[in-house]
């Protein structure tokens, strides 16, 4: 992780060819006006980098991961944490944490292994563009 990477704010990894997660990035950043959220796509060095800090970078992840200080969520519990960040009518899905961690990614881990094939597939990660280019860590 670069040195002059903002730590202070939480860091969403995505999958930067994926049309979902990707989308899931272009839902996020309108809902966060405040810009708390910084993102980098799992292949990038950053995020390679931080998989490897966190002692993730063996664990085959394809999907969402949140790092917010010392705290790493992936899956399921990434999404329901970054929704509960966001607040509001997100936080709606913060009663889903009481169900059981294997159901949920259950449901989560169909979704991501058919994602490419529902959602398609990109030939290199979203190129941020404007206001936004300084939150994306990879640039």
Not at 19 to 40: E, I
Request: include cysteine; aromatic fraction near 10%.
């Amino acid at each position: 992780m670069p040195e002059d990477s903002p730590r202070e704010h939480p860091i969403v990894l995505f999958d930067g060819v994926c049309n979902l997660c990707s989308g899931f990035v272009q839902f996020l950043l309108p809902r966060d006006p405040d810009g708390k959220f910084r993102f980098a796509s799992l292949q990038s060095d950053v995020g390679t980098a931080l998989l490897a800090e966190h002692g993730l970078e063996d664990h085959g992840l394809d999907s969402v991961v949140l790092i917010d200080g010392d705290d790493v969520y992936v899956k399921s519990a990434a999404v329901l944490q970054i929704a509960s960040m966001l607040g509001g009518i997100y936080a709606i899905a913060r009663p889903f944490q009481y169900l059981p961690r294997r159901l949920r990614d259950w449901g989560y881990d169909v979704v991501a292994a058919n994602r490419y094939r529902l959602f398609g597939k990109k030939e290199q990660c979203m190129l941020p563009d404007g206001d936004v280019r300084s939150r994306f860590l990879d640039n």
